[in-house]
């Protein structure tokens, strides 16, 4: 699953420098940031306040035009990328970190794409602005383990910095617009890289439609026990609300974040499962994948698909169906 919501100096500042619970949680991405030299953890404070508000790491340079004040500039696009409830689980109540590596992993793999189509800014020529697309993005990355009401969630917070270059030392505002535009595509090839990585480690998994997956083991049950923010969603919008419903009273009932050790979270967790008689699904042998090949016969499909819909449609459009059919593909060669 993908979100994406602009976000502010001050948000982020609050939000994205408090409470980075497992080692090595943090990180530079992008094109853009490697031109800036930031690499690593995100460690310094000092430094990632100045990147959120269009300034040079050092912040002796304006990267992005005029000044704008903090409180109206769009620091950042927030892309969160959530592992489903089954991979949290079996992870972060199960023990199994090397799904946090396949999460993290599929995660990267969805950046790059996202960089190489959707890296884009606006510039002023003699026809009038236009559209370009750069190619390089600086991005904060931020792992995270738990909901707000303390369950096992795990996901990343991508910034998106709202900064790009266009030439050699050269910087524009980022423009978020594609990336909005064409988020449920990337969380269905976030979602179809990761079920790869997951199979690879020994997990079966079962398909539940527009491109989404769950390790196989667990009953409908045991995901809603250790679901309670959905819950308490459902409840206050109702089972039949349509999404921006959800996300109307996802905002209603948001709750301050409450700081809890790692330690006592994994503790928690296992108490909570061991009481609820929820077992843990364990890898079996090494699964076969097949992976990076669509058919012609897919291929076909997904054109005969949008061409009943449309005339003319975007490359999104055959992806996003040929992967809610859940058939394997190379994203990065279409």
């Not at 996802?250 to 609820?276: C, G, H, I």
Request: glycine share 6%; net charge neutral.
């Amino acid at each position: 699953m993908l979100t994406c919501k602009p976000i502010s100096v001050n948000e982020a500042e609050l939000y994205f420098t408090k409470g980075y619970y497992l080692q090595g949680s943090s990180r530079w991405s992008g094109k853009g940031s490697t031109v800036l030299g930031l690499s690593g953890a995100i460690d310094n404070q000092k430094v990632f306040s100045n990147i959120l508000s269009g300034y040079s790491p050092s912040g002796r340079k304006r990267l992005t035009g005029k000044k704008i004040p903090i409180d109206k500039r769009r620091a950042a696009t927030d892309c969160t990328f959530s592992a489903p409830k089954s991979v949290s689980m079996t992870a972060l109540v199960g023990g199994d970190l090397r799904l946090i590596e396949a999460h993290r992993l599929a995660v990267a793999m969805t950046l790059e794409i996202m960089e190489k189509r959707y890296a884009h800014t606006r510039v002023r020529t003699p026809g009038g602005r236009i559209i370009v697309n750069t190619g390089n993005l600086v991005i904060g990355q931020f792992d995270h383990i738990e909901t707000r009401e303390l369950d096992p969630h795990l996901h990343t917070h991508c910034l998106v910095m709202n900064m790009t270059e266009l030439e050699k030392g050269k910087w524009y505002s980022h423009l978020n617009e594609a990336i909005m535009s064409n988020r449920k595509t990337l969380g269905m090839i976030y979602q179809h890289y990761l079920a790869l990585e997951v199979q690879k480690l020994g997990y079966e998994i079962e398909h539940i439609g527009h491109g989404q997956f769950d390790i196989k083991g667990y009953s409908e049950k045991d995901l809603m026990d250790f679901s309670k923010r959905r819950q308490q969603i459902l409840e206050a919008a109702g089972k039949e609300a349509s999404c921006s419903e959800r996300d109307r009273y996802w905002a209603l009932t948001r709750k301050s974040k409450e700081y809890v050790r790692p330690e006592e979270l994994f503790t928690k967790w296992s108490e909570e499962a061991n009481q609820l008689g929820i077992s843990i699904v364990q890898p079996s042998v090494t699964i076969e994948v097949q992976e990076n090949l669509v058919s012609q016969q897919n291929l076909e499909d997904a054109i005969a698909h949008c061409s009943e819909r449309a005339v003319a449609f975007k490359q999104e459009e055959l992806e996003k169906f040929i992967l809610s059919e859940s058939k394997p593909m190379d994203v990065t060669k279409n």
